[in-house]
């Protein structure tokens, strides 16, 4: 499976941006997936996740209330709804993909992985 992340950019404060995560495969309607993010000199870590239908989504918590995780299969595509914005969420932001049907928090659990897209987040 090959991922295409796309939508990053650069922003205002409390604005919103929408990321998008596109399959090349079909069977991606089957996977879990979730977003990931990387600050500059940090760690790379779990936003949110969600899984194979739809039934059940999740969050780190600075993210919750604000970012919307959700899934167009028969477009092939996850989608990362981003609002109010904060400088802190400045980062590359990754979406990866595994066939396990549970919830996935780590990065290690995830077997496919896309090329990320820049968020830029201004005060």
């Known amino acids: 499976v090959q991922l295409q992340a796309s939508g990053g950019g650069l922003v205002l404060a409390g604005g919103s941006l929408r990321l998008s995560c596109a399959a090349s495969a079909r069977t991606f309607s089957y996977y879990t997936v979730g977003w990931f993010r990387q600050a500059p000199g940090k760690e790379r870590e779990f936003v949110a996740g969600?899984?194979?239908?739809?039934?059940?989504?999740y969050y780190e918590d600075s993210v919750k209330g604000r970012f919307t995780i959700s899934r167009g299969n028969a477009e092939n595509t996850v989608y990362l709804q981003m609002n109010s914005l904060e400088p802190e969420d400045t980062a590359v932001y990754y979406c990866?993909?595994?066939?396990?049907?549970?919830?996935?928090?780590?990065?290690?659990?995830?077997?496919?992985w896309g090329q990320g897209t820049q968020v830029t987040v201004s005060s």
């Open positions: 969600i899984s194979w239908n739809g039934g059940a989504t």
């Open positions: 990866a993909a595994s066939p396990r049907r549970r919830t996935l928090w780590q990065a290690f659990e995830y077997e496919y």
